[in-house]
């Protein structure tokens, strides 16, 4: 006899075939989406015991059917989100209009960097093939979190780092392209060059600063219109001595 989670009645149990004169057998079948049993009882069919029986596969069953949906509801979430989000590393996919693919399918899911000593340095979320969530920067060896940057489709501050966890850059970013103030360092902390992308136009730069070891300024080189307009040049002391226009 089947009990599929239900609180099973005494008189079912006098149906179950007897394997005696002297005794009947209780058939209990639990079924659920992870776990399922059967048990057979066998009671001494004409004592007051018997109803010890039946109370004890009642809880039996009760049990059961809870512990069936404690795994349901662990479960069915994991293997969801398994189905939903995947783990690839940023050389696997494919970039296109700063849309990231996988396999020719936007991706969604995290997106791994790795150094050249083999240790994870970025996590990446991705949804719809764009930055979407917080990106974390990691130390070269892997452990300690450098940065947390939140993204939303695609549009964040992006930052990387020297293999001795400095600052590299830091700038802005919307679908992978460049906007604003971007800065550059070196691995001392000391700045290389600062540029500034249009925020208008993509990929169309409108000035950019380069500094000496000492991090004064060296030159200076504005654009119009995507083309190189006017030049200054610093001396070693940050003065001006060259100009230069197009």
């Not at 993204?151 to 990387?160: E, W």
């Amino acid at each position: 006899m089947g009990i599929e989670p239900t609180r099973p009645k005494a008189h079912e149990f006098e149906s179950c075939a007897s394997t005696s004169s002297a005794t009947s057998a209780a058939v209990c079948e639990f079924k659920g989406y992870f776990l399922s049993t059967k048990i057979i009882f066998y009671y001494p069919k004409n004592y007051l015991i018997k109803d010890l029986f039946i109370t004890f596969s009642i809880i039996l069953n009760y049990l059961m059917l809870k512990i069936n949906i404690i795994i349901s509801l662990f479960f069915i979430p994991l293997l969801f989100g398994i189905s939903q989000n995947r783990v690839a590393l940023i050389k696997e996919l494919t970039e296109q209009d700063g849309v990231y693919y996988l396999k020719g399918e936007k991706f969604t899911g995290s997106a791994f960097r790795k150094n050249n000593k083999g240790k994870f340095i970025t996590d990446e979320p991705f949804k719809n093939g764009l930055l979407h969530g917080k990106r974390m920067n990691y130390n070269s060896k892997g452990v300690t979190i450098l940065a947390k940057e939140k993204f939303k489709k695609g549009k964040g501050v992006f930052r990387t780092y020297h293999s001795n966890n400095k600052l590299k850059s830091i700038g802005l970013i919307d679908k992978s392209i460049k906007y604003g103030i971007w800065v550059y360092y070196d691995r001392k902390g000391i700045v290389k060059a600062k540029e500034k992308w249009s925020e208008e136009i993509p990929n169309q730069l409108e000035w950019e600063k380069f500094y000496n070891d000492r991090g004064l300024i060296e030159s200076e080189l504005y654009y119009k219109m995507g083309i190189l307009n006017r030049e200054v040049y610093y001396d070693e002391n940050g003065k001006v001595f060259k100009t230069n226009k197009n």
